[in-house]
């Protein structure tokens, strides 16, 4: 009885204490952490569990646990994965929970890293340095040992504009006068670092430009220039599509999925990712404009 009370009052296990507490063998142990199946850290040369997350791994491999109907996904905003989960959503009905919350890739993976969601969608540079760019911000959270970053899709970023300036701005220098109002991003947003980039290409910063307000999604920038509250907000393609706007192209950014490694393996995670595979989700990118599915659905960083 002291033995449990003991395992239970630590805020990480051993080996030996976590294989005492699922009643399981050490061996069993090992080979569910080479399998990447079990939340575990290594530190000093040596396996420790987290035990909350314990907790929280045993429900979701609990046939009809709580966690297991249930699929939550924050970050970064984009309106094609919109959709695709409003229709997984739908389909699916009462017999699980799927949503997506976008709160942009920082706040996104801040909640990740308190397993208050699933997966955290993310945007961090453009495509051809993502390979580097997304594993080393995912490095900064303490739980990164545990996740797994999965590719989306590849999409069209640039500037959005309001349409009367379709055929009077051509590069996005243009745009940095002074007599142009812009919606800016969120700090910590995928977006906001991508403007700033721009921005220091041609020596200047998000302060040198002029704007009155301040958006939290890729949507509601959209709708921002829509409603004619500003003139141009940075974002994508798509976005600039689903609402008739003007599209100032400057390249293409990879959109991932980071995710603990247990959810990846989840039935609801997989079918979101053959949905996104699929002939709808393929004509639904094709109205929008602005995607590349070349690598859909690999696993990019995180299985050691």
């Excluded at 920082?106 to 580097?132: F, N, Y």
């Excluded at 969120?186 to 220091?200: D, H």
């Amino acid at each position: 009885m002291s033995t449990v009370m003991n395992i239970e009052s630590n805020t990480f296990m051993s080996v030996r204490q976590v294989a005492e507490y699922l009643h399981l063998n050490e061996k069993k142990i090992y080979a569910l952490v080479s399998e990447g199946k079990i939340p575990a850290t290594k530190v000093t040369g040596k396996w420790m569990f987290p035990r909350e997350l314990i907790d929280q791994w045993m429900l979701d491999c609990t046939h009809g646990g709580l966690l297991s109907d249930r699929l939550i996904i924050a970050g970064s905003d984009d309106p094609l994965l919109y959709r695709i989960i409003l229709e997984f959503s739908k389909d699916t009905g009462a017999h699980a929970l799927i949503s997506y919350n976008p709160t942009g890739t920082r706040l996104g993976l801040d909640l990740l890293q308190a397993r208050r969601i699933d997966a955290c969608a993310m945007h961090w540079g453009p495509s051809k340095e993502s390979v580097t760019r997304h594993p080393a911000l995912l490095r900064q959270y303490p739980q990164h040992g545990n996740w797994v970053l999965i590719r989306v899709f590849h999409r069209e970023q640039g500037l959005i504009i309001r349409p009367s300036l379709k055929k009077m701005i051509h590069d996005p220098e243009d745009l940095f006068d002074s007599s142009y109002q812009w919606a800016l991003r969120q700090s910590g947003a995928g977006a906001e670092r991508f403007l700033m980039e721009i921005l220091s290409r041609h020596g200047m910063n998000i302060s040198s430009l002029s704007s009155e307000i301040t958006v939290l999604s890729e949507r509601e920038a959209a709708a921002a220039i829509a409603m004619g509250k500003a003139d141009v907000a940075a974002g994508t393609r798509s976005a600039a599509t689903e609402t008739g706007l003007g599209f100032v192209s400057t390249g293409w950014e990879s959109f991932d999925l980071a995710l603990p490694k247990d959810i990846w393996f989840r039935r609801l995670f997989q079918d979101l990712i053959q949905r996104i595979k699929s002939p709808a989700c393929r004509r639904f990118a094709d109205e929008l404009g602005g995607y590349d599915f070349i690598d859909t659905g690999e696993l990019i960083w995180g299985q050691d």
